[in-house]
């Protein structure tokens, strides 16, 4: 799918999702807390894709509310770092549940498998860690990173130059088991 296409695909999402979550922005307790909310929802969708559609988001006075239930446990973690970097989010409380937890009865089971993608999480942070210091010096330990999955997520310095900012997502490429970089904004 060429570049084009895909803009004017996720264009479309957007126009649609905003639609779909115009109820729910009707319910916010001011304006203030509806525009949030919108920002929230818009930015969720334009990072998380589609994936962002079964995240339900209530804002007021800084504080967001997400809910749902989403099928990988990345999706939850993802969503709130990337709802924390929303500016004027103050406060972010996830309640997202996972579809394995809501549907099976073998509890045990879901959270020592959840145990297990914590442990790698943290492997392939590590790695990211030491990749971006080693590479950006000084620079790579003022990024802030999350994992989730294969998906690393760089919280950058507003501060930090463009071609710093696009070696940092190239050092964090290179590292073996990440599919998917995610740029944020640190707040």
């Given amino acids: 799918m060429r570049k084009s296409e895909r803009s004017r695909l ?3 999402a957007l126009v649609a ?3 779909i ?6 319910r916010a307790d001011d304006d203030a807390g509806a525009m949030l909310e919108l920002k929230v929802r818009m930015t969720l969708l334009q990072k998380l894709g589609v994936d962002g559609m079964r995240v339900d988001v209530r804002a007021a006075d800084g504080n967001v509310l997400l809910a749902g239930t989403v099928e990988k446990r990345e999706t939850s973690e993802l969503a709130e770092t990337i709802v924390g970097s929303v500016e004027g989010v103050t ?17 045990a089971g879901v959270a020592a498998t959840e145990t297990e993608r ?4 943290a492997g392939l942070e590590a790695r990211v ?4 210091i080693d590479r950006l010096g000084r620079d790579g ?12 997520t760089l919280e950058l310095p507003k501060d930090l130059g463009a071609d710093r900012r696009r070696e940092a997502v190239r050092v964090v490429k290179a590292v073996e088991g990440v599919e998917k970089v995610i ?5």
């Fill in 91 to 107: 406060h972010v409380d996830n309640r997202i549940r996972l579809s394995e937890y809501v549907e099976t009865e073998e509890k």
């Fill in 129 to 132: 860690r030491v990749a971006l």
């Fill in 118 to 121: 914590e442990l790698r999480d």
């Fill in 21 to 26: 979550a115009g109820p729910a922005v009707a």
């Fill in 183 to 187: 740029e944020l904004d640190k707040p």
């Fill in 141 to 152: 330990f003022r990024i802030g990173t999350d994992v989730a999955g294969r998906v690393v």
């Fill in 17 to 19: 999702f905003a639609l």
């Fill in 10 to 12: 996720l264009l479309l």
